[in-house]
């Protein structure tokens, strides 16, 4: 009998809030609870495309701890923490900019952060740099399949981060539902993983997500909205972990 699709479920980790510390026990607290993989922030003095919440909570993060020196330390025990689980690592170009390129590559490589989501300007100086030195860069791929992400999708060492819920009017008749969208990639010629994300609220759209053939969820807000009750959040991954 063939083996039901398992997805990855990713969870994001606010690094530094509200401390570094209590950063590292949440990491633990969502592995204990049936997380696979952890998406974690460098949190960036300019998080141009966040909305409040995740930027209001990197604030708090730099305005309790500026220096990225102290979260590079939380970063490498939270590993040593748990080092079965994968980590992908969430920063702004400002951020790799501001500790040092090669000093960011040497810290991923220590650390076996392999796999980075770099959000920046449209220049690719940095993102190849970190390319040629052997750090995999994801690439974020909207519903509405534009010619140019899905090139770079293709061109990529890392995996595709795909839009899961389309915005109003986004979704084509060509490809209206997320299924169509990941065969689409596929049949391109995609091998990379495809892990989902953006509009995946509730254990529900998880089960979508599933069911369409991603290979992976990010879950944000649901879950960080939870961080001041534990066990409802405990409970909240249990449900996602159901549907994965």
């Not at 997380?35 to 995740?54: A, V, Y």
């Not at 993983?193 to 599933?210: R, S």
Request: glycine share 8%; hydrophobic share 35%.
């Amino acid at each position: 009998m063939e083996e039901a699709h398992k997805m990855k479920l990713i969870l994001y980790l606010s690094n530094g809030y509200p401390t570094i510390e209590s950063s590292i026990e949440m990491a633990k607290t969502y592995v204990d609870a049936g997380c696979d993989m952890i998406e974690m922030d460098f949190p960036s003095r300019n998080p141009f495309l966040e909305g409040e919440f995740i930027a209001g909570r990197m604030a708090k993060a730099l305005e309790n701890e500026p220096n990225y020196d102290k979260y590079m330390e939380g970063m490498a025990k939270a590993r040593k923490l748990l080092p079965d689980t994968k980590f992908i690592i969430m920063t702004y170009e400002n951020t790799v900019l501001e500790i040092g390129v090669s000093r960011f590559v040497a810290f991923c490589k220590e650390n076996g952060f392999e796999d980075i989501i770099l959000v920046g300007p449209d220049g690719d100086t940095v993102k190849n740099e970190l390319i040629d030195s052997g750090l995999k860069i994801s690439c974020y791929v909207q519903f509405n399949l534009p010619e140019e992400e899905v090139r770079q999708a293709l061109e990529s060492n890392g995996f595709t981060y795909m839009q899961a819920v389309p915005a109003p009017g986004q979704a084509t008749p060509q490809h209206p539902t997320l299924r169509s969208c990941i065969d689409y990639l596929r049949e391109r010629g995609l091998k990379n993983p495809i892990y989902c994300g953006v509009g995946v609220h509730t254990p529900e759209d998880a089960q979508m997500v599933k069911e369409a053939g991603g290979d992976g969820i990010f879950v944000g807000s649901t879950i960080l909205k939870l961080h001041d009750n534990v066990p409802a959040l405990i409970e909240k991954i249990h449900e996602f972990k159901e549907k994965c």
